[in-house]
């Protein structure tokens, strides 16, 4: 899990040095994978990721104010939301994501350094707010402890296992177990819950393509020039380094992976019983 952090963070900080914004999460692609493979494109989808949220956000019968965003990383998305008039409290188990979102956070703004299941606060929030924080979470535990925290309803951007594929540990199971799991609670209606597998998907395209065809090369030179120039440098560096750096210019076939392997819901849900 903290290999897990690590690589988030990673992202956020490239997101933030590149775009601004610091979203860690993955791109969405509503016209499939654009004609230009780069950064910005990536870019630019994260947003179009964020203003769908938002989008899922304003459907939740009731309206909603107050949100809880579990899982919320560096603070990107709670940073927007902000912006945009929500009051957002924020849990995550990263203390050090959780620096960097107390960093950019109006001052006051509530981080909790806690598992979702441990978190334990009086405030009492609309909506609970899953962007890709859900599958993370075992899965009746995470209905539970949402039951006790979302006055209105709940919010969930991020990918179940498919029939074959789930983990057995109750995380990152699949949408027909938690479709299950939501109505034997009895709590909470579906309002709505929609693939978007393949607008999420060209992420991954991106990502191999900048990978294998940007930053393989600029390596393989940057390896040979060091050898030439620094020996004993490059000795030192090959042996830490060298069996990672051998990994970058390798197909994966990530993209077609993920797809067979997860469906990407975007799912909202309503309290039964909420006032309108």
Known sequence: ????????????????????????????????????????????AQMAYFEKLVEAIGTVPGGVTRILDVGSGTGANARVL??????????????QMNEMARAKLPQGTVVVDAMFEDFDRPERHDL?????????????????????????????????RRQGFAHGDGTRGTHAAFV???ARQGVFDIVSDEDMTAAITPTFVIHEYLKNDKVAPFVRRFRAELKRAY????????KLLGRTLDKLGRRTGRAASFAQEHEYRLVVLARRGAKP
Not at 13 to 40: C, D, K, R, T, W
Not at 82 to 95: L, N, T
Not at 231 to 238: G, I, N, S, Y
Request: glycine share 6%; net charge negative; aromatic share 14%.
């Open 180 to 182: 299950a799991a939501v």
């Open 231 to 238: 020996p004993w440098r490059a000795f030192v560096m090959e």
């Open 1 to 44: 899990m903290k290999l897990k952090f690590v690589e988030l963070e990673a992202a956020a900080l490239m997101s933030e040095v590149m775009f601004g914004h610091g979203f860690a999460h993955y791109g969405y692609f509503p016209n499939g994978i654009p004609p230009v493979l780069s950064a910005q494109s990536l870019g630019a």
């Open 128 to 160: 609970c707010l899953f962007a890709e924080s859900f599958h993370y979470i075992d899965l009746e535990a995470a209905l539970a402890k949402t039951a006790l925290l979302a006055d209105k309803g709940v919010v969930i951007f991020d990918y179940f």
């Open 82 to 95: 902000i912006e945009r008039g929500f009051d957002v409290a924020c849990v995550s188990p990263s203390r």
